[in-house]
């Protein structure tokens, strides 16, 4: 079981930079790809980024490339997701996600996560 609890999130105007932190716990952090996801109102949940064990290898939604980057630290148990360059359209939930241990590759659908956090709310607006 990983329990999964982001912080970050915040009011920041067009242009802006926000960094999410994930906080895991339990000793299996380190054997999950993590992911981010975000769900705007109205919308539905949709892909952001994810970040395979050991952070060589990440992929990104086309939407947020070359603006957002994913990160880890497995020795404090923490996934993070950089936001730079934000825009009115990134505004939404975003929820941290821990990959089933079973798959161990690049999804970019939900299905493929077993443990969500409750989500941190990011607001672009000026």
């Known amino acids: 079981q990983v329990q999964l609890v982001e912080s970050g999130g915040g009011l920041v105007q067009p242009g802006g930079s926000l960094r999410l932190s994930c906080a895991a716990s339990?000793?299996?952090?380190?054997?999950?790809?993590m992911g981010w996801f975000r769900q705007a109102p109205g919308k539905e949940r949709e892909f952001v980024a994810t970040?395979?064990?050991?952070?060589?290898?990440?992929a990104y939604a086309d939407s947020v490339k070359g603006r957002f980057t994913i990160s880890r630290d497995n020795a404090k148990n923490t996934a993070y997701l950089q936001m730079t360059r934000l825009k009115p359209e990134d505004t939404a939930v975003y929820y941290c996600?821990?990959?089933?241990?079973?798959?161990?590759?690049?999804?970019?659908?939900?299905?493929?996560?077993?443990?969500w956090g409750r989500g941190t709310q990011v607001t672009v607006s000026s």
């Open positions: 996600a821990a990959q089933r241990t079973s798959l161990g590759g690049i999804y970019y659908t939900s299905a493929a996560y077993d443990y």
């Open positions: 339990g000793r299996t952090f380190s054997r999950h790809f």
């Open positions: 970040i395979s064990w050991s952070g060589g290898s990440t």
